[in-house]
């Protein structure tokens, strides 16, 4: 069974940064995808970000291009999420996802706190 396991999260001021981790385990699939969520007090969850294995490429979502920057080890057993300059709309809980051929998974989510 897949699980997804987040850390890294925590308090910082406007401008500062944190780096988010997923650890992956039980992916077995070759094709799959890896995504950062996240959710703000009373909203929608929303796709930050998405590693594709199948075309190698990654997506953003246009309020944080520029400031945050998924990667992953060769194995893709750890994916991580940099924020940089960090905004308080930024604050959310944010989340790990994979989709392995159809079936998903989430983790259980780490605190991001941007403090004004």
């Known amino acids: 069974e897949v699980q997804l396991v987040e850390s890294g999260g925590g308090l910082v001021q406007a401008g500062g940064s944190l780096r988010l981790s997923c650890e992956t385990s039980?992916?077995?699939?070759?094709?799959?995808?890896i995504a950062w969520f996240r959710q703000a007090p009373g909203k929608e969850h929303e796709g930050v970000s998405c590693?594709?294995?199948?075309?190698?490429?990654?997506y953003y979502v246009d309020s944080v291009k520029g400031r945050f920057t998924t990667s992953s080890d060769n194995a893709q057993n750890t994916i991580w999420l940099q924020n940089d300059s960090l905004k308080p709309e930024d604050t959310a809980v944010y989340y790990c996802y994979a989709d392995e051929g159809g079936n998903r998974y989430w983790g259980q989510g780490t605190q991001v706190t941007v403090s004004s």
């Open positions: 039980g992916i077995t699939a070759d094709d799959y995808s």
């Open positions: 590693l594709s294995n199948s075309d190698d490429t990654t």
